[in-house]
């Protein structure tokens, strides 16, 4: 039995399952609500409350190693010999709003401390300087900082996490004070002895009143702190580490660390900034100091000198350091910057020998590029071998950073040479200088805001000036000697077995970036070139030499291939017609031009080239000639070491291209009726066609009736008929008009009878380059009486609905339209009735919508039913529905402009084509805009092609002008 189906009897009450659900949830919100409570901002924060150290230091008086002369001036008061005012510990304080504050001495003493709590009156900045006559006092209290819990003193780490009891409703009873200034503003504490340890305490911000105090976290921070931990008690200064390279009750805890806010100076806010946690798990420190900038324990020497670890102590302070995550509503998230990057490799200029490259990039901050050439491949600098590229970019710009080819003891590379390429770009670099850090577990970055939240950064280090050898313990360093090209935190380690080690009485640099990007790149070091030029050649078919001017085409590329046909590199064909490929490798390649762009490492692209261009030849060498073949292509290039030049391409603009085209105004006409045939003729190309007649073919289903022509005469008594146009001019169309009388035909009669063939030609005796299209053809299906007159049928995608229209002229005896859907035009599926209008001459309109369309392409078409049951069917049209592209595409049919809307736009390029394949427009899509646009008041009317590319994705769709 279920132990939820048993009934527990008390009384006159039977408490069933839903009883104990209730009542368990019940205890778990109880359970939560505890848990979740509010907390101070403190210690606690660090984890003290679960018995590990972080202690603040009160810094003793004089010279010596504890005193503030070394470890800061924490607490110090302002009077002190040797102050610095950049140590202290501030609150940031709205107007109005309430500070809470308790220390608990880490040592037992009967002697008492004034706690006072400081303001500049002519500051309201974050770091109020005001000293002397500038320092008002807003608080103070005196009192013993030991012993058990009393006002402003929380006597356990617990009592301490919990916060003040007057917001928190546990914990401990805080001192407080209440910003009555009439601004917001920072203040700071000092306290009046000297030279112990704050092992709990608290400073919560809080609005409201008593009894609904609001807590505001967030606030509390300090330019220069003073921990103290790895003490067997709070009173003991020996340094107590029970097992190198383990975290021990006495380490930091898991939570110990900072917040780190970085001022983006380059927007137009001045409060917004990059934030950044840093955090160091299970190490232990004795007394260290923390504290953060943007140059490292240095700012007076190269920004190379200034970020290494130094034997020394500094105070080289910049940023504050939280509790916690700066409040927003302060500290502002800022923009995230962008960064491109790019490397290119080539030959160097003779006499001089070898490679070289260029790293080009594109900051919008400012920026420290570091620049690893892995030689040797390993992932890490090895001195000696590997060679590290560093600059520092203090605007935003372009930028390009030179490498000469050689490895760090001058010696070239040859070309072809496996390397890694590492660069990272550090926006508003962040250094977190540490002194007297004895054991290091690990540095861990996370990132807080803008971005993915405490996702982990990279981290950098310089150790090379710090010694390595004759340690102890000897093991004390564990990460490498240099990092300046990023390593995933948690990292940079060194162990300790006591105040000895790596790290003793050394400030240790390790930095991250406000934001970064790593770029990386494993390639051959191919430096070598194939370069040439492409030239508008307008007689290399009558001379077979390749010369002329350099061509000025947009969209035009010269291709490199290997024997597999793959693109191993590509170049973009300058205005001036010249091209260069750089990183070429040594092998065997064959070149080709095109207007395909190609991707690396994929098969070739279609070899097509400009609109209304042909090719000349080809040839490689210097000099002219022809390599006898005229396809566009050079095969046979190798390369040795050297690189390839004067690989040279002929192309001209086509001459002429005639072209027919025949359309009809009527399908179905009744026989005994007079129809119109429109034939137009259209000289395609650069240059005039003369002597251009076209033939019509019309066949016994009809009977001349009249004739128009906008140019030329027609006879209609030959045979075939004749259309003498004449000479045509490049791009000039011309029309006839032709009439014909439908005559009636034996039943068993071919339907060909009913087929009209055109064709036209030039006499000129000049060859044509393409002949495909110059036939055209018209066909009808003559009846004697028709259910049915069709006007028009059309589709269109609305959103995730396709709609269909059509209308008829007449009716005669219609009983229903079926309307009909495939896949592929070979089965057809019913989805739908309407009701015709039966008899009727007037026009009558029909819409009905397919709410679940095919994903692709939807054929459909229209069966018209007569009384009788017989059935005749209307043309078939396609609507292309695709929910991962969500095109809209109109008008279609279209006249002046094609308008092309379409999620995910700056993934996707468009290509339109016309009937023959050939290429009208291309654009690639930008985020800038909301739609493609294409112009197409010069195209001609006829069938176009959309093709949809998105990587490897390709979608065809049809369109009419």
């Known amino acids: 039995m279920n132990k939820a189906d048993i009934f527990y009897n008390s009384g006159d009450k039977i408490f069933g399952r839903d009883y104990y659900v209730i009542l368990f949830f019940l205890l778990l919100l109880m359970t939560f609500s505890s848990y979740f409570q509010a907390h101070a901002e403190g210690s606690g924060d660090w984890g003290t409350a679960t018995d590990r150290q972080s202690m603040l230091w009160v810094p003793a008086s004089g010279t010596g190693v504890s005193s503030y002369r070394v470890r800061g001036c924490m607490f110090t008061p302002s009077t002190a010999n040797s102050y610095n005012p950049e140590h ?102 000092e306290l009046s002895t000297y030279g ?9 911000v809080a609005s409201g009143s008593s009894g609904n105090y609001l807590e505001h976290k967030g606030r509390v921070y300090c330019k220069f702190w003073s921990v103290a931990n790895s003490r067997s008690s709070s009173t003991s200064t020996g340094l107590t580490i029970l097992n190198k390279g383990q975290a021990d009750a006495f380490s930091f805890h898991e939570d110990f660390g900072f917040y780190v806010p970085i001022d983006n100076t380059y927007t137009n806010d001045s409060d917004d900034y990059f934030v950044k946690r840093i955090k160091f798990p299970g190490s232990s420190g004795g007394w260290t100091n923390f504290f953060a900038n943007q140059d490292g324990p240095r700012n007076n020497l190269s920004y190379e000198e200034n970020r290494r670890s130094i034997d020394n ?40 020998t070898g490679g070289e490259a260029n790293v080009n990039l594109e900051i919008s901050l400012p920026a420290i590029v570091d620049i690893l050439i892995d030689i040797n491949g390993n992932g890490e600098f090895d001195s000696g071998t590997d060679v590290i590229l560093s600059q520092i970019f203090e ?242 290039i190798q390369v040795n070491n050297s690189s ?10 086509i001459q002429y291209d005639l072209i027919a085209r025949k359309t009809t ?35 016994d289903g009809y009977q001349y009736v009249s004739h128009v022509v906008s140019k030329g005469t027609f006879d209609h008594s030959s045979s075939p008929l004749i259309w003498d146009i004449g000479d045509l001019e490049p791009w000039e169309e011309v029309e006839l008009t032709l009439r014909v009388l439908i005559l009636n035909v034996d039943a068993n009669t071919n339907l060909d009878e009913y087929r009209n063939v055109v064709e036209v030609r030039s006499t000129s005796g000049i060859p044509e380059t ?23 049928f059309n589709g269109r995608l609305d959103e995730s609905k396709i709609s269909l229209r059509w209308a008829t002229a007449k009716e005669w005896e219609s009983s229903h339209f079926n309307v009909q859907r495939s896949k592929g035009v070979e089965n057809w599926n019913n989805i739908g009735v309407l009701e015709a209008h039966g008899f009727t001459d007037l026009v009558s309109n029909y819409a009905f919508v397919d709410n679940r369309p095919l994903i692709g392409a939807n054929y459909y078409r229209l069966e018209q039913v007569d009384l009788d049951g017989t059935a005749n069917y209307s043309k078939v049209i396609r609507v292309d529905f695709d929910p991962n592209f969500a095109l809209r595409v109109f008008p279609n049919p279209f006249a002046d402009d094609i308008f092309i809307q379409t999620k995910d736009l700056g993934n996707i390029s468009l290509t339109l084509l016309d009937y023959f394949g050939k290429t009208i ?41």
């Open 88 to 189: 202290r510990l501030y609150v940031y304080v709205k107007s109005g709003e309430t500070v809470f504050y308790g220390f608990h001495r880490g040592n037992s003493t009967n002697s008492n401390t004034t706690v006072s709590w400081f303001y500049d009156p002519s500051d309201t900045g974050l770091y109020p300087l005001g000293t002397g006559s500038n320092r008002a006092q807003i608080n103070s209290n005196t009192y013993n900082l030991s012993g058990s819990e009393e006002i402003g003193r929380p006597a356990t780490a617990n009592s301490a996490h919990e916060g003040p009891y007057q917001v928190t409703g546990h914990g401990y009873n805080a001192h407080s004070f209440t910003n009555n200034t009439g601004a917001d503003r920072a203040f700071w504490v």
């Open 196 to 204: 112990f340890n704050i092992d709990f305490w608290d400073i919560t």
């Open 313 to 352: 102590t500094s105070s080289n302070t910049q940023y504050p350091l939280f509790i916690n995550d700066p409040d927003p509503s302060i500290w502002k998230t800022t923009t995230p910057p962008d960064a491109e990057l790019s490397v290119n490799y080539r030959e160097k200029t003779a006499p001089e």
């Open 395 to 636: 605007e935003p710009g372009a930028y390009s950073i030179y490498w000469d080819g050689k490895d760090a003891n001058g010696v070239e590379l040859p070309s072809g040479g496996e390397l890694s390429f590492v660069a990272s770009v550090s926006f508003f670099p962040v250094h977190f200088p540490i002194y007297d850090l004895e054991q290091c577990l690990g540095i861990e970055v996370l990132n807080i805001r803008p971005g993915v939240e405490n996702e982990k950064d990279y981290i950098f280090w310089d150790d090379s000036l710090i010694e390595r050898d004759g340690l102890t313990p000897p093991d004390s360093p564990q990460s490498i000697e240099v990092n300046v090209t990023g390593v995933l935190s948690p990292d940079h380690i060194w162990w300790a077995t006591g105040d000895d080690g790596f790290s003793n009485n050394i400030t240790i640099n390790t930095w991250t970036a406000s934001f970064f990007r790593i770029e990386e790149r494993t390639s051959g070091f191919s430096y070598l070139s194939v370069s040439g030029n492409v030239f508008e050649d307008l007689n290399a078919l009558e001379d077979d030499t390749v010369n002329g001017n350099g061509v000025n085409i947009d969209g035009f590329y010269a291709v490199l291939l290997d024997d597999l046909n793959n693109v191993v590199s590509f170049a973009t064909i300058q205005p001036d017609g010249s091209f260069m490929i750089n990183e070429v490798p040594n092998g065997t390649f064959s070149l080709m031009i095109t207007t395909s762009l190609p991707t690396i490492g994929q098969l070739a692209p279609d070899l097509i080239l400009p609109n209304y261009y042909e090719s000349t030849g080809e040839f490689l060498g210097e000099g002219e000639g022809s390599d006898g073949v005229v396809d566009s292509r050079i095969q046979n």
């Open 644 to 653: 390839i030049e004067h690989a040279n391409f002929g192309i001209r603009p």
């Open 665 to 699: 105004n009527a399908i179905k006409p009744d026989v005994g009726h007079e129809i119109d045939f429109i034939i137009t003729v259209e000289n395609r190309g650069y240059s005039g066609a003369t002597g251009v007649i076209l033939e019509e073919d019309l066949p």
């Open 770 to 792: 393409d002949h495909t299209n110059n036939t055209a053809d018209a066909s009808t299906e003559p009846i004697s009486k028709l259910p049915v007159e069709w006007l028009s």
């Open 921 to 961: 427009f291309y654009k690639e899509g930008d985020t800038a805009y909301q739609e493609f646009h294409f112009v197409t008041k010069n195209l001609h009317p006829g069938l176009y092609y959309l093709r949809l590319q998105r990587g490897e994705e390709s979608h065809v769709y049809k369109l009419k002008k």
